[in-house]
Structure formats: C-alpha cells, structure tokens
C-alpha cells in the first residue's frame, strides 16, 4: 500500500511539468488538476485507514486503492500538460483528452469504489460537510437508473459537437469546463449505474450490458460521421501540432472516438454479458422459467424496479 501511494505522490506533479516548467496558475485546467491530486490524497489516506481497520481484506482494499490511483492519475493527465495545450489546436487531441476522462478515468474510478476511502481521508472536523454532501448525491439517486444514465450520457456526447457548442468551448474557458465536467460527470454516472456493488436483481448485468452496447453504437456513430465526413465541422485552421489539415484531424479523431473509444465500451459489454450468462447458468435451474433474453426484454414490476433504485 505505502509503495502505491508514494508512487502516486511521486507522478501526480508529473503531467504539470511535462514543458519543462511550473504549470500556468491562471488555467482553469491546472486548477481543477491540483483540485483532483488534492482528492487523490485523500483518498489514499483514506484506502489506508481501510486497510488497518480491515486487515484480512487487504488485498481487495489495495485493488481499489491501485484503481482509484489510476484514475485519477489519468484525470490529472488530462487536465495539465501537452495534451490540453494541443487540444486547443487539434481536434484529434482534443478528442484524446475526453476519451481519457469517459471511458478510462471515470470507469477505473467507479470500479475503486473510492466512498468510504474519501470519508475517512477527509479530516474528522470537515467530515459533517463530507455527509452533507453525500446526502446531495443521494437525493440524485434517481439519476442512476440504466435507462436514465444511457440517455444523459449520450446527450453530453452529441450536443457537445454540435459545432456551434464545440467551437464555444474552445473560445471561452467558462463553456470549456461546462463541457469537461458534463463529460466526465455524466460519465461517472453512466458508469456507477451500470457497475453497481450488488447486482440489484438477476438481469442487471444483461440490462447493463445492453446500454453499453448501445453506447457503443451511437457513439461509433457519431465517430464514423466525423471519420467519413468530406468537409471539416468545427475549425477553420489546421492542427499545427501535427501538420494535419482541418479535415484530415477531424478524420482523425472521428476514427479514434469510432475505434479505440468506442472497444472499451464494446469490450465493458462482453464482460458483463459473460458475468451475467455466468450468474444465469449458477442459479437453480426452478428458478428460472425464461430465457436469459427473455428477462432482459420482459418490463420489470413496479416493485422489482423499486428495489432497483434502492439497491443501486
């Protein structure tokens, strides 16, 4: 545990320095990155609080704990250093920047289940703010639903490039957040509402498989668009970093969202489908009177979808 967290310590600063110097104070980026690493800390003082107190779970707490690191360790790489810089300028960087903050950051930090580590790193005398704050989340709990998270998340994904959108967050930093923080915010909720601690009834992992599979088909859309396009959408200059024209960088990204953004959340589909046939073929077989297909298309009842909620 303690060579994680030194090892943490010791590449967070990391991504800031990347240009051979401090990073620039006045960057809404470098704040929120220094605002991350400070809840990395936390969360790892936290994550070794568990561990003392649970000693003969260890191994999964330091799972977590690695999981968390790198999530966030990702988050800060996104935030400071050459990659936003290059965003400003190409298109293909700036698609880089929100994969890593959607389909890796935000999964790896659902996976941690980083709540109770970020609890107790907080000190004891802010903690009633901690509470408050967890109660906030709470009263958003119907947000989590599959069904709920799958449509917000796709929204942030299309409405942000739509080009007038997309061409506001690159002039002004104020709508450049809005849009970091929809991405990765909606993002962790589309991931926690699919991951779920305890499968809440015996289809959610099929029910969780199907929206991502669904993800992935809107998304590889809006991908391929960008891809096969004969015309640039959002920018009138090319990306100076690379050499690439207008068109050749929106191609670019368009194959990276398609390709590479769009196989981590095909591959999160296939794994939760295996986990859910696996769950399906260990349970008694009188208790099951319809095909796995058929759970997953038959409407749950009012109060299996309530006890969703509260499961979840």
């Known amino acids: 545990m303690r060579r994680v967290a030194l090892s943490t310590l010791l590449l967070a600063p990391c991504p800031a320095w990347a240009h051979g110097g401090a990073p620039d104070a006045s960057s809404w980026e470098t704040t929120a990155a220094f605002l991350v690493a400070a809840s990395l800390l936390l969360g790892l003082a936290g994550f070794i609080r ?26 800060i790489a996104a935030l400071i250093g050459p990659l936003p810089a290059l965003a400003l300028a190409s298109f293909t960087a700036h698609m880089i920047e929100h994969e890593l903050l959607m389909v890796v950051a935000a999964p790896l930090i659902i996976l941690s289940r980083p709540g109770p580590a970020l609890t107790l790193g907080v000190p004891a005398a802010a903690r009633g ?3 408050a704050l967890k109660r906030v989340a709470q009263t958003l709990e119907a947000l989590r639903r ?8 796709g929204l942030a994904l ?8 997309f061409r506001a967050a690159l002039e002004g930093a104020p709508v450049h957040a809005l849009q970091h923080v929809s991405f990765f915010g909606s993002a962790l909720l589309f991931w926690s509402a699919l991951l779920p601690r305890r499968a809440p009834n015996p289809t959610a992992r099929g029910v969780a498989a ?3 599979t669904v993800t992935s088909l809107h998304a590889g859309a809006l991908g391929a668009l960008l891809a096969m396009s004969g015309k640039p959408w959002f920018v009138d200059a090319g990306s100076a970093a690379y050499g690439l024209s207008p068109l050749e960088d ?3 990204g368009g194959v990276m969202m398609w390709v590479v953004g769009c196989s981590i959340y095909a591959a999160g589909a296939v794994a939760l489908f295996g986990v859910w046939l696996a769950e399906t073929a260990a349970r008694p077989a009188a208790s099951i009177s319809e095909s796995p297909i058929q759970e997953i298309l038959r409407p749950a009842s009012p109060r299996k979808s309530q006890q969703a909620g509260e499961a979840m």
């Open 146 to 153: 599959p069904a709920v998270a799958t449509v917000l998340h």
């Open 250 to 252: 929106q191609q670019l």
């Open 50 to 75: 568990l561990m003392r107190r649970a000693r003969r779970a260890r191994p999964a707490i330091l799972r977590r704990c690695a999981l968390f690191a790198a999530g966030m360790q990702t988050m």
């Open 129 to 131: 703010s901690a509470r």
């Open 210 to 212: 199907l929206h991502l």
């Open 158 to 165: 299309w409405l942000w490039h739509i080009p007038v959108l």
